[in-house]
């Protein structure tokens, strides 16, 4: 009885252990299927301390806030995962997750922020995988490449396993052809057996022969060694402790591109703008930085000297001549590393290619209309100008009324008067003589007569006295015309409008109504030349060019009037657009800060500005037409050329005295013929 009984309970208790081990089964299929428990069993030695490694890399050198992009293969995820999970335990940062170069979420902020942190996985250092996972950083959808990156951003190539020398030299070059130097390797230092199929370790040793090593390069580290990958540093060590250490704990992302670049050449595509503001080549060939010539390339020597730079001259790609020309070549030359920058009258409407990035503007200026300048009154028109028509004719009436009110009063008057004033004529002599300022004959009798006189002398007087400042003043400076100082004015006088081509864009920007007001008064001219001529002489044609340009013309004489005035005057309103000089360089060039730096130093030392103005100042001393040195405003000097006009009166006076005298002369003579006979 008591054998069935224990026999019935072992039976029992042997059920309750297959049920329970049915259920631990169950659970542990359960636990593989959602991938917790393979995440963190399937990983090796080597892989957790990867992950670790790379858990402190990215808390000590990954900007916080930012943007942290992981790629790996499919055959690595469960490497991505367990790095996915640390970082999120350990920091705040946004994680955007990619498998074989497809990125789970397409509207990250990485997309648009150049500032991102990037992980890329790789087992065995394959470079094939590399490509697949970092083009799909950079494109979506097949061939359709959208995102530019930050020289800025910095790279993690990271695996388990051992890179080779040239697996690293070919990734580490990958970067370097996309201007990224801020790129490290991390991968294992030895050969060594798999630990794990070796006998088991516990995870508080410490094995000082297993190693994961950090290896990057630099770049300019002498002429022979400039961007080329030639070989590879290790810069620390991490050691498969327990928790894993570096060795050493050196910054593993040094600064790489300093000032000097160690005489490592500056391919530069220098285009010819025929103008020594800009570029301007000395002979056909070039073969050398002293066949070029302008302030362009000035400036393009202080920088390569600065920068201890050699100059290595590029033929200017098909299509850059003009910036209206394709830049799809001198994309493709500087993708290709055959250039570096390019200049030669390079302006920021360049901005919208989104595969150049601009340097500081180094000149600017401004595009505005042009107008013929005001010119001088003629002198002999100053007579005129001194009293309106309606002045004139006041005048003449007053002549005319003073001397039939003196004929009246010297006919009725009750006392007796001189005869000279009791006639039309006489009066009128006698009126005409008060104001010239010449004495009568004879003086007035009457006392009404007189008080005319009195009152008409004062008249004269007051008269002559303003009449004579007037036509002083004028006579020595005759004035200007009112010139155009407006938009409005522009189009109501009717003067024609034209543009150098190359400004077509520019007049498409503005208000409808002022838009149509230019193209109904537009022209074409035949040439710039033509058009310059036209606005200087015949002074019907307003011009659209550049402020710079315009002082230049003047400085070379070739708009210069009288007194060194200047032909052509600028108008305030209307368009006013900037053009600033600068230059273009590869997206993401590390190259960029540097020259970014030398350029705000010549533009705040003044230098770029002070080559202009010596060199206009030069031009005006060689043609020796403008005046460097003007008179005070006001004071001028008073010679006989200012009274060509009184003498030219005079001498009308002189020939109508004479022909008065000649006619004087035959009357007598025929009179005294007709008395005698």
């Known amino acids: 009885m008591y054998g069935t009984e224990q026999l019935k309970v072992s039976c029992d208790f042997f059920q309750n252990e297959n049920f329970v081990g049915i259920m631990l089964v169950i659970l542990l299929f359960s636990s593989i299927t959602n991938g917790t428990l393979l995440k963190s069993m399937s990983l090796s030695l080597r892989e957790k301390h990867l992950v670790r490694c790379l858990t402190y890399i990215s808390v000590r050198y990954f900007a916080p806030g930012r943007s942290l992009v992981i790629s790996s293969p ?14 999120h335990r350990t920091s705040t940062w946004p994680v955007v997750v990619t498998v074989d170069g ?60 051992k ?16 201007r990224m130097y801020n790129c490290i390797i991390v991968s294992l230092v030895h050969d060594v057996i798999d630990i794990d199929q070796s006998k088991q370790k516990n995870v508080n040793d410490v094995d000082t022969d297993i190693k994961l090593g950090v290896y990057t390069w630099f770049p300019y580290q002498n002429s022979d060694h400039c961007t080329e990958v030639k070989e590879t540093t290790l810069l620390d060590s991490w050691v498969l402790s327990a928790q894993g250490q570096f060795t050493k704990n050196t910054d ?74 394709s830049v799809n070549n001198l994309v493709n030359a500087m993708n290709a590393k055959e250039a570096y920058i390019a ?23 401004r595009l505005r209309w042009y107008v013929p300048c005001p010119v001088k009154y003629p002198r002999w028109s100053s007579f005129f100008r001194i009293l309106s028509g309606k002045l004139w004719i006041v005048l003449i009436i007053s002549i005319v009324f003073a001397a039939i009110s003196a004929t009246l009063c010297g006919r009725y008057s009750c006392t007796s008067e001189w005869q000279g004033y009791k006639t039309l004529t006489s009066s009128l002599t006698y009126v005409w003589a008060v104001i010239l300022g010449v004495s009568v004959s004879t003086m007035p009798r009457t006392p009404s007569l007189r008080s005319l006189f009195l009152a008409w002398m004062c008249f004269c007087m007051a008269f002559s006295t303003v009449f004579q400042a007037f036509l002083t003043t004028f006579l020595i400076d005759s004035g200007y015309k009112p010139p155009i100082q407006n938009m409005d004015e522009l189009f109501a006088s009717g003067i024609m409008l034209t543009y150098i081509p ?36 015949h002074k019907n044609v307003s011009i659209l060019l550049p402020e710079i340009q315009a002082e230049m013309l003047y400085s070379f004489s070739d708009t210069v009037g009288e007194d060194s005035k200047p032909l052509l005057c600028k108008l305030e309103d209307g368009v006013n657009f900037p053009v600033s000089l600068t230059m273009m360089m590869f997206h993401g060039d590390p ?26 100042n030069l031009c005006k001393l060689f043609y020796s037409k403008i005046g460097i040195v003007h008179p005070l405003d006001g004071y001028y000097s008073f010679n006989i050329y200012h009274l060509e006009t009184v003498f030219y009166i005079l001498l009308m006076g002189w ?23």
């Open 343 to 365: 200049l030669g009258g390079v302006t920021r409407n360049l901005l919208y290619y989104t595969s150049f990035d601009l340097t500081n503007s180094y000149f600017t200026t």
């Open 163 to 178: 890179y080779s020398m040239l697996q690293q030299t070919a990734i580490l070059d990958y970067f370097s052809k996309l």
């Open 74 to 87: 499919s055959t690595y995820r469960d490497v991505q995962q367990e790095l996915t999970a640390e970082i």
């Open 502 to 537: 190359e400004f077509s864009g520019i007049l498409e920007v503005g208000e409808e109504t002022e838009l149509l007001k230019l193209r109904r008064n537009l022209t074409n001219c035949p040439s710039y030349k033509v058009c310059i001529n036209w606005a200087k002489y």
């Open 591 to 616: 190259l960029t800060r540097r020259v970014n730096d030398i350029i705000d130093r010549v533009v705040e030392a003044g230098l770029h500005n002070y080559w202009i103005s010596l060199l206009f």
């Open 102 to 161: 497809n990125i789970s979420k397409h509207n990250e902020a990485y997309v648009i922020d150049g500032n991102v942190s990037y992980i890329i996985l790789i087992a065995d250092g394959d470079f094939k995988s590399f490509q697949v996972g970092f083009n799909g950083l950079i494109q979506e959808g097949e061939y359709n490449f959208t995102r530019l990156w930050n020289s800025e951003s910095r790279f993690v190539v990271a695996g388990a396993n």
């Open 655 to 677: 020939c109508l005295s004479a022909l008065c005298f000649i006619l004087e002369v035959l009357y007598n003579r025929v009179l005294t013929k007709i008395m005698r006979g």
């Open 252 to 325: 593993l992302f040094p600064v790489k591109v300093r000032n000097s670049f160690k005489g490592c050449s500056l391919k530069a595509v220098v285009r010819n703008e025929h103008d020594f503001l800009t570029t301007v080549y000395t002979k056909v060939k070039i073969s050398s930085e002293s066949d070029i010539k302008g302030f362009d390339m000035h400036l393009l020597r202080i920088i390569l000297k600065q920068m201890n730079m050699t100059f290595v001259y590029v033929p200017t790609p098909e299509g850059f001549e003009t910036e209206r020309g």
